[in-house]
């Protein structure tokens, strides 16, 4: 009998892992010395996950239930204020509900964001976080007890909202809040790898997206960056932070670029290319 049980509960497990009916816990923690208030958006055709949207303190963390097949975008808004008709709003990451819960609808850029489509292709969890919409605070995904495709940690440890290129920065008072990506900033086709740039072999790096990959080398820096960007996971939970420990990416510094460990980086972009971005950034910065 308990020979049948364990039976039973290893088919199911391997039910589980081919047909991916599990489900996952994302463990949100603010790691920031200000107030994150997270937002959550479900994808087309997916019910919302609960909550929607709420906040984090200064070192809080909370823990939500994510069903099986959920895909969609987690961020996290800044500078939020309550008016007196108790109406929020965000200077960064406003999601337009003016509550704390997002309704359906995204961050307005520039955000950092964590996307998620859990078992997908191949019963695969795929995890990225990306800059493509620009950034406004350093956040990381790190898998907890995952096997298989390639599980490890994804994102954006560095704080780039003072260091960010004077055209893309946006500046509240006299300080930098967010970085817009050069598609916000610009609308270039070029940039925002759409229409003749609309595709993989059409739109290349830029460099601004080489300065935000330089940073850190696993996160999205522009729209066909998948190849070093998008990681993989079965069976996983996920912890998602904003302001992790700056340990696996290096904190960027225009004013000493030599000191970025490109070594790190992967796929073909070369030391020169990226030594040659720099150079081309520092000259639009310095001009
Ligand atoms: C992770 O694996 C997927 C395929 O499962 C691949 O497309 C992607 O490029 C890999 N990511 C990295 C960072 O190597």
């Known amino acids: 009998m308990a020979t049948l049980q364990v039976s039973i509960v290893l088919v199911m497990f391997f039910l589980q892992l081919f047909y991916g009916a599990r489900s996952s816990t994302f463990t949100i923690a603010n790691k ?18 609960s909550p929607k949207g709420f906040v984090l303190q200064p070192g809080e963390s909370t823990s939500i239930g ?4 959920w895909s969609g975008r987690l961020w996290g808004r800044t500078l939020c204020t309550k008016d007196s008709s108790g109406k929020i709003s965000c ?14 609808a995204g961050a307005i850029p520039p955000a950092t964001l964590a996307e998620f489509t859990l078992n997908g292709a191949g ?6 976080v990306s800059l493509v919409d620009g950034y406004n605070l350093p956040m990381m995904i790190v898998p907890q007890g995952g096997t298989g495709g390639n599980c490890s940690s994804a994102g954006y440890a560095a704080d780039l909202n ?22 916000n ?12 740039y609309s595709t993989p072999n059409a739109c290349k790096p830029s460099s601004y997206s080489e300065y935000f990959k330089v940073a850190c080398p696993t996160a999205y820096s522009y729209a066909y960056d998948d190849g070093t960007s998008t990681f993989t996971c ?29 070594s790190a980086g992967s796929g073909p972009t070369s030391s020169a290319l990226i030594a040659g971005a720099f150079t081309t950034l520092a000259a639009v910065w310095l001009s």
């Open 162 to 183: 003072g260091d960010c290129p004077l055209e893309l920065k946006v500046v509240v008072g006299s300080q930098g809040v967010a970085c817009n990506s050069a598609c």
């Open 234 to 262: 079965a069976g996983a939970d996920y912890v998602i932070t904003f302001c992790p420990t700056p340990s696996t990416c290096i904190k960027s510094s225009n004013s000493n670029p030599v000191a970025v460990d490109v």
């Open 91 to 104: 200077l960064t990451g406003d999601c337009g509900s003016s509550k704390l819960e997002c309704s359906g």
């Open 185 to 196: 900033a610009f609308g270039d086709a070029r940039y925002c790898c759409s229409g003749a």
């Open 123 to 128: 019963g695969l969890d795929f995890y990225d």
């Open 66 to 69: 994510v069903p099986a097949s």
């Open 32 to 49: 920031c010395s200000y107030t994150v208030w997270p937002g959550v958006l479900s994808s087309a055709g997916i019910p919302p996950l």
